[in-house]
């Protein structure tokens, strides 16, 4: 189960990702999820300088949206799933006064997760 997220924790989160390449960033990460991809990948796949890259995977870190593991001379990120569900869960949970279904997406499951069915919906 999801640890329960608090504002304190909501709010960094949020604006790591309001910004433009760190959002494409992450979008890019759950896309080649479980592999993940090199920090110079993500840099040309977006087609952002890899100083500049690094500087917005580092915030990504930081607020928890990716996690990282060294490869040889390569850094691999990944996009940290079980944070993004416990974002979702803290706006769920909090945003809909105690009625979840009152805001479920189509094809959001109450284990935080897509549905299988759902297709395209999973992987926008």
């Given at each position: 189960?999801?640890?329960?997220?608090?504002?304190?924790?909501?709010?960094?989160?949020?604006?790591?990702?309001s910004q433009e390449t760190r959002l494409a960033a992450y979008r890019l990460l759950v896309r080649h999820e479980p592999e993940g991809l090199a920090a110079g990948e993500i840099a040309r796949q977006l087609g952002v300088?890899?100083?500049?890259?690094?500087?917005?995977l580092a915030t990504l870190a930081r607020a928890g949206w990716?996690?990282?593991?060294?490869?040889?001379?390569?850094?691999?990120?990944?996009a940290n799933?079980?944070?993004?569900n416990e974002v979702v869960e803290f706006l769920?949970?909090?945003?809909?006064?105690?009625?979840?279904?009152?805001?479920?997406p189509p094809g959001y499951s109450a284990g935080g997760a897509c549905t299988p069915s759902d297709g395209d919906l999973c992987n926008e």
């Amino acid at each position: 189960m999801f640890r329960h997220m608090e504002i304190k924790d909501a709010i960094p989160s949020f604006a790591a990702l309001s910004q433009e390449t760190r959002l494409a960033a992450y979008r890019l990460l759950v896309r080649h999820e479980p592999e993940g991809l090199a920090a110079g990948e993500i840099a040309r796949q977006l087609g952002v300088p890899h100083n500049t890259m690094s500087a917005h995977l580092a915030t990504l870190a930081r607020a928890g949206w990716v996690v990282s593991e060294r490869h040889s001379r390569s850094i691999i990120y990944r996009a940290n799933i079980q944070h993004m569900n416990e974002v979702v869960e803290f706006l769920v949970r909090d945003c809909c006064a105690g009625h979840p279904e009152v805001c479920e997406p189509p094809g959001y499951s109450a284990g935080g997760a897509c549905t299988p069915s759902d297709g395209d919906l999973c992987n926008e």
